[in-house]
């Protein structure tokens, strides 16, 4: 069964005033789903893939259905959502009875009540990709304008996409930073103490905490929180 429509226009415009900045990922692609199920023709359930360091997850999906007909892709590495995933293209199943590329897919969606699908290929960067996926509950649901259409909502989604891994890598980054900032505060407080301690250069003192990381067999930052934390108390 169908779920209930919604013109196209102003579903798309609905999706154009979230905010992605305000809105949490999986609540922005969970309402992309569901909008493209209500918005394209011929849609019975969609769902938004995600593979991301070699692992695969539906993070959005309008049923328990629609998440399982991917789950089996994932399972068995084999589908339409993982090709597209990989190709960043568009892959039209129009008669799922009569599928040669996924026998075994395509007959676990027809045992499910689906007919026909289209995977998107969500393209992100090298290392992050995904689908959308619309599942039909008849034979050739989708014509040329349901494709476009969907590919539209694919596009938005992979925008929510890219944008929430862009942030998640500047997060990264700017922890690193604040890492690597913080190791070598406490490097340069421990050759300061050998340098008072011993008369010796910065480059002789830093010699020496490398060699006291390497015989300890520890990181050079603990031998030289070590150092600092015993002149405190001394």
């Known amino acids: 069964m169908e779920a209930p429509r919604i013109d196209p226009g102003e579903a798309l415009a ?39 360091a070699g692992a695969n997850r539906a993070i959005a999906y309008t049923s328990d259905l629609a998440r399982s007909l991917d789950e089996w892709q994932y399972e068995h590495d084999d589908g339409p959502c993982l090709d597209a995933s990989v190709s960043a293209v568009s892959i039209s199943l129009p008669d799922l009875t009569d599928e040669p590329r996924w026998p075994g897919w ?6 499910a009540g689906m ?4 995977s998107i290929g969500l393209p992100i960067q090298e ?15 989708f014509d040329k ?5 969907a590919e539209e909502f694919a596009a938005y989604a992979a925008v929510a996409l890219a944008n929430a891994h862009l942030y998640e890598s500047t997060a990264t980054l700017a922890r690193q930073m604040q890492e ?9 407080q421990a050759k300061g103490i050998i340098m008072g301690q011993r008369r010796c250069s910065a480059e002789e003192a ?5 060699k006291l990381s390497q015989d300890s067999n520890r ?16």
């Open 145 to 149: 304008a349901s494709i476009e259409l």
């Open 180 to 188: 690597a900032m913080r190791s070598r505060a406490v490097i340069e």
């Open 14 to 52: 609905e999706l154009s005033r979230i905010r992605l900045d305000e809105v949490a990922l999986d609540a922005v692609l969970a309402r992309v789903a569901d909008l493209a199920n209500r918005a394209v023709p011929g849609s019975a359930e969609v769902s938004v893939s995600l593979v991301q």
């Open 127 to 141: 290392a992050v990709t995904g689908a959308l996926n619309v599942y039909g509950g008849t034979t050739h649901a």
């Open 219 to 234: 990181k050079l930052r603990e031998v030289a929180e070590a150092l600092v934390a015993r002149a405190a108390v001394s």
């Open 106 to 111: 395509a007959a676990r969606a027809r045992a």
């Open 115 to 118: 007919q026909s699908s289209l």
């Open 206 to 210: 830093f010699t020496l905490l490398a």
